[in-house]
């Protein structure tokens, strides 16, 4: 069974700290890509990050980066600096090459930046 | 073009209902998918459409479920018979004929409620 495990159902951070969200991940396959959105209250969701599991280095997209461990089967996101509008539910995601690439979420963790 | 574009955004019916949402993709993307998120859970995945062909679809869909995407533009999501069961947020993305390599965008949402 393909799987994702959020273990933090709610965490808040003061603005401009750092916080990491966790995320693990269960599958046979080979070739995928690991993903974090972002679905802030009432909008739709959206990419914040993707992975490769085929690389090694982990991806960064200016103030979000991963800690990608593919033996572990770990995929957590960091924020930096974080900012109001990075209240939000953040879902891990992954998805199977080939077929219908379709996603297996995690349940989410909801983020609050207190100001 | 402005994203993914789902109607209704609310739907409130009495249960035994049939209702119909639907969904235009962003125009170049030949692939649509149709999620359910219920609270407190992440979205999971109910069919799939390559151009017009539903090529997959997840046991969550039940017979009272029925999706079409006619010419391969937008889609349809008939539920037959509602239950209570059925409310949920019901969530369209689209994405280009997939390498892995590309994004998928999600609409904002039709939210059922079933009374």
């Known amino acids: 069974a393909q799987t994702v495990t959020q273990s933090q159902p709610e965490m808040s951070v003061q603005e401009a700290e750092t916080v990491t969200l966790s995320c693990t991940y269960d599958?046979?396959?080979?070739?995928?890509?690991l993903f974090w959105y972002k679905q802030p209250p009432s909008r739709q969701m959206i990419l914040v990050i993707r992975?490769?599991?085929?690389?090694?280095q982990n991806a960064t997209e200016n103030r979000f980066s991963v800690n990608f461990q593919k033996a572990a089967k770990s995929f957590s996101l960091k924020i930096s600096d974080s900012q109001l509008g990075d209240t939000a539910m953040y879902f891990c995601?992954?998805?199977?090459?080939?077929?219908?690439?379709?996603?297996?979420f995690g349940k989410g963790t909801k983020l609050t930046v207190n100001p | 073009d402005t994203g993914v574009s789902q109607d209704p955004r609310h739907k409130i019916t009495k249960r035994g209902q049939n209702v119909t949402f639907r969904c235009d993709p962003i125009?170049?993307?030949?692939?649509l998918y149709w999620y359910r998120q219920t609270l407190g859970q992440g979205p999971e995945f109910l069919t799939y459409?390559?151009?017009?062909?539903?090529?997959?679809k997840s046991r969550l869909l039940s017979d009272r479920f029925s999706a079409e995407r006619p010419k391969g533009s937008f889609s349809t999501l008939e539920i037959q018979r509602t239950e209570q069961g059925d409310s949920a947020m019901y969530l369209c993305?689209?994405?280009?004929?997939?390498?892995?390599?590309?994004?998928?965008?999600f609409g904002q949402g039709t939210r059922l409620t079933v009374v």
């Open positions: 993305a689209s994405s280009r004929t997939g390498t892995g390599d590309t994004e998928a965008f």
């Open positions: 599958t046979s396959e080979n070739n995928y890509y």
């Open positions: 992975q490769e599991a085929y690389k090694q």
């Open positions: 995601a992954f998805m199977i090459l080939g077929g219908s690439e379709k996603l297996v």
């Open positions: 125009s170049e993307h030949n692939r």
């Open positions: 459409f390559q151009n017009e062909a539903q090529l997959e």
